[in-house]
Structure formats: structure tokens, C-alpha cells
């Protein structure tokens, strides 16, 4: 099963801009890296050292370094603790184990936005950093539109040129 989990996602046509188009190939090496960061935090967590959960660290920060994206290997740690973490272990040893990624993720933020790094005034982008309740209510209509492109292939681009009205019927729909 975990082959054809991994042809399905080689094959899928969502991933066919990141592949061709030159400038997104760090996003690429980001989900490389971020599959590296989750092998390591694993072996960390299943008791084989502690030499395993610096790398993991390690390689975040070089998943940083290469796109914004890899922030996304928090969302993994996360679900990793919650689901695969033993259950007899208590929720603050737990999630402890994520303060050293989260500092890390905090002080890379404050550098990116010191260095003047991100997209700022685009219609389609909205920097949670920067503007999160702005990113939460678009967030509220945006993430039925990207579920429905990511199972059924549906382009997602075509939601933005909807009006406010028509995009909300959309997310309706698509959730």
C-alpha cells in the first residue's frame, strides 16, 4: 500500500508546476527535506538518541533555508505526537518535545520578516505572520476550494477570478 501511495502522489497533476517550473524547485528540496525531518523526529521519539532529534532540527532549519514551505513539518510533528506517540506518555512530555522545533520556527520568522522576505500586496496571497485574522476568514472559504483541487484534480485558480459572492458559494459546495 505504501507504493501505491507514493505513485498516486508522483503521478498527480497537482504536483506537475512545482516540478516544471524552475523557480519552484525549492519546494522540491522542502518536501524532501521535510520527509528527512519526520524519519529522524521518528527515530528520536522511538528511543535510538537524541543525536536523531538534532538532526531532525537540523534539517528543519535547512528546510527553512530552502522554502517557506517546510514550515508545513510542524503540522506532521504534531500529528505524529496525537497519533503515533505512546499513549501512556502525558500531553506536556508529549508536545514538550516541539518547543525546541517551535523556537526554531519563531526566530527563523522574525529573521524572514527582518530580511524583508514574503509577498506583500498580491490579491491571492494573505501572510498569516502578518495578518491572521485576515488569513483565517479567507482560509474559511480557500480551504474547501484547495481540498476539492487536491482529491478531484480541480484547478484551484479558477476560484479567484469568482466574485466574493460566487467563491462562497464555491466553498459551499466543495466542502
Known amino acids: 500500500r505504501p507504493g501505491l501511495a507514493a505513485l498516486i502522489f ?12 524552475l523557480a519552484a524547485r525549492n519546494q522540491l528540496i522542502a518536501g524532501c527535506l521535510i520527509v528527512l525531518i519526520l524519519m529522524s523526529f521518528h527515530r528520536w521519539r522511538q528511543g535510538r538518541g537524541l543525536a536523531y532529534g538534532l538532526l531532525s532540527m537540523f534539517l528543519m532549519a535547512i528546510g527553512l533555508a530552502a522554502a517557506e514551505a517546510a514550515v508545513a513539518a510542524m503540522g506532521y510533528l504534531v500529528a505524529y505526537l496525537i497519533v503515533l506517540e505512546p499513549r501512556h506518555t502525558r500531553w506536556h ?14 526566530a527563523w520568522r522574525i529573521y524572514y520578516v527582518h530580511l524583508g522576505y514574503g509577498s506583500a500586496g498580491l ?34 485558480s479558477v476560484f479567484h477570478l469568482l466574485t466574493e459572492q460566487s467563491q462562497v458559494i464555491y466553498a459551499l459546495v466543495a466542502a
Open 10 to 21: 508522483a503521478v498527480s497533476p497537482m504536483h506537475l508546476f512545482t516540478v516544471i517550473w
Open 93 to 106: 512530555i508529549r508536545f514538550g518535545a516541539l518547543l525546541p522545533f517551535l523556537a526554531l520556527v519563531v
Open 123 to 156: 490579491g491571492g496571497y494573505i501572510d498569516p505572520g502578518r495578518d491572521p485574522l485576515r488569513f483565517a476568514q479567507a482560509l474559511m472559504t480557500r480551504m474547501p476550494a484547495l481540498l476539492l483541487a487536491g482529491v478531484y484534480g480541480a484547478s484551484s
